[in-house]
């Protein structure tokens, strides 16, 4: 006795069909999901504009009766800019709103609260020292060495991290006071 | 009723070796009612037929439940996951396989085992996420199973490896969606897998490296301006542990493609979060020379 027995090609071949379609672009969106987020943030110039920030809590500036805190960068920086643009957006000085200038060269404007000069501008820095003395400009420089020849507070890199070096004298020169509870946290002091 | 024999392939099923009339009976109703779509009384006559000694060890019998329980299952519970119907077919199979001697079924028999290991793969994909991802992965070790077994062409390794990578990217977006740490640590383990697999897989490496990358400038983006230095020291650490951990796996997905812009860009941003500014310049040498 024989039977005869079906078997469910057709029904089987088309979820073959779709099987392979689907895997197929399973597979192939391998090349396509390629996670291509990057954060684009630049976290230095987050930790950087923190800092200038936070100075804000040991300077003592001399007394003024300008409604604004004035922040100017010497140099070109967009990620610098964008995280300043942040701070100023969000926070105050006291009671004073925080202005945020980038410039290419010092100009004979006001003088600012503080002037950061970027890397590239650092030639800048005996000009800036000179200009601003004794008018109560915090100069902050990012380049090794330039806390021994005028800056008072200067950015560098320890296994990594941003820190920064303090120099009392120049600070003293520029006509600003500086707390104590600062030193512990610069990475060099100089007196 | 639904016409089942769509496509025939003749199977001779040769019965008159059965001495029990009564077993070949209830094998060739389950049979008849089979072809007439009539899936219950098949199923309950084939399990019946298949309690007798001499019935169990033809491969016949067997090949008729698994396909009884194949049909069932797409009938009754194709989108369970849990399917008993897709077990119990493929343990049926299996065992038509093994008595399958002169091989008159087999490639039949594989290509419906393959079918059902398919499914499994599909439910392993459906079931991707942060919820279910136990069960996927239960799923998909099946889908290996059965596909090592039963497929000469099938390569475990590279489907695992996928396998991994895609959990691993699906965890990288609930991560970067939630900045959840049992999501990161859910996505830095299936990289890892991957990555055991293939270490020189430029994809792997590139978005295990993205996961560190990301995590140190998600530590530095949550911080607030106003935060004391001391603690911004201990962030700012913990942000470039990230970074460090991100950069040997962007070297290496470098290794494997120095043409890739967006290795370049990582490796250009993981140095400029290191502030690594002679490593930046070098990458971003080689980035702008891509763009041109």
């Known amino acids: 006795m024989s039977f005869t027995f079906g078997i469910h090609f057709a029904c089987d071949r088309f979820m073959r069909k779709f099987l392979i379609i689907f895997l197929s672009i399973f597979f192939l ?11 684009k943030d630049d976290t230095p110039s987050k930790i950087k504009a923190t800092h ?15 409604s604004t805190f004035n922040i100017t960068i010497l140099g070109e920086s967009t990620g610098l800019m964008n995280e300043l643009s942040k701070l100023s957006a969000t926070k105050t000085v006291g009671s004073k709103k925080i202005t945020i200038r980038q410039v290419s060269s010092l100009s004979n404007e006001d003088a600012p609260e503080i002037l950061f000069i970027l890397s ?37 890199i320890v296994e990594n991290n941003i820190k920064f070096e303090l120099n009392k004298t120049s600070v003293g020169k520029a006509g600003l006071k500086v707390s104590s509870k600062i030193e512990p946290l610069a990475v060099k002091v100089l007196e | ?19 029990s009339f009564a077993q070949m009976e209830l094998v060739e109703k389950a049979l008849n009612f089979y072809n007439n779509g009539q899936l219950d009384s098949a199923k309950a006559n084939i399990d019946k037929g298949l309690n007798d000694p001499e019935t169990v060890s033809d491969y016949q019998p067997w090949l008729i439940k698994g396909y009884v329980y194949k049909e069932l299952y797409k009938k009754k519970e194709l989108n369970d996951p849990s399917s008993q119907y897709r077990e119990i077919a493929i343990q049926a199979l299996k065992k038509a396989l093994e008595l399958d001697k002169a091989k008159e079924q087999e490639s039949n028999t594989i290509q419906n085992l393959k079918f059902l290991g398919s499914k499994y793969n599909n439910d392993a ?29 099938f390569s475990a390794d590279t489907n695992r490896m996928q396998y991994y990578i895609t959990l691993g990217l699906r965890f990288q977006d609930y991560f970067e969606a939630t900045n959840s740490e049992n999501m990161r640590k859910l996505a830095e383990s299936y990289y890892l897998r991957a990555l055991k697999i293939n270490p020189n897989t430029k994809i792997t490496n590139k978005n295990f490296a993205l996961l560190y990358y990301n995590e140190g400038v998600n530590i530095i983006n949550s911080t607030d301006f106003d935060i004391d230095l001391e603690k911004l020291y201990v962030v700012q650490q913990q942000a470039v542990d990230m970074f460090k951990k991100a950069e040997p796996y962007m070297l290496k997905a470098y290794s494997v493609d120095p043409k890739d812009i967006d290795v370049i860009e990582g490796l250009r941003n993981i140095y400029q979060s290191l502030n690594d500014m002679e490593k930046v310049d070098f990458y971003n040498k080689k980035y702008n020379e891509l763009k041109k």
């Open chain 1, 29 to 39: 969106s391998f090349d396509l999901v390629d996670y291509s987020f990057y954060q």
């Open chain 1, 120 to 156: 590239d501008k650092s030639h800048s820095l005996a000009d800036a020292v000179a200009k601003y003395k004794g008018k109560g400009t915090l100069i902050v420089t990012e380049k090794q060495g330039l806390a021994k020849v005028g800056s008072a507070v200067n950015f560098v």
């Open chain 2, 1 to 19: 009723m639904r016409k089942y024999i769509i496509h025939i392939t003749v199977l001779l099923l040769s019965l008159s070796a059965y001495t």
């Open chain 1, 52 to 66: 200038l920030y936070v100075f804000t809590k040991y300077f003592e500036w001399p007394e003024n009766s300008a």
């Open chain 2, 125 to 153: 994909i459906k079931f991707m996420d942060s919820t279910n991802y136990e069960l996927s992965e239960a799923l998909f070790d099946k889908y290996i199973s059965i596909y090592s077994a039963y497929d000469p062409s």
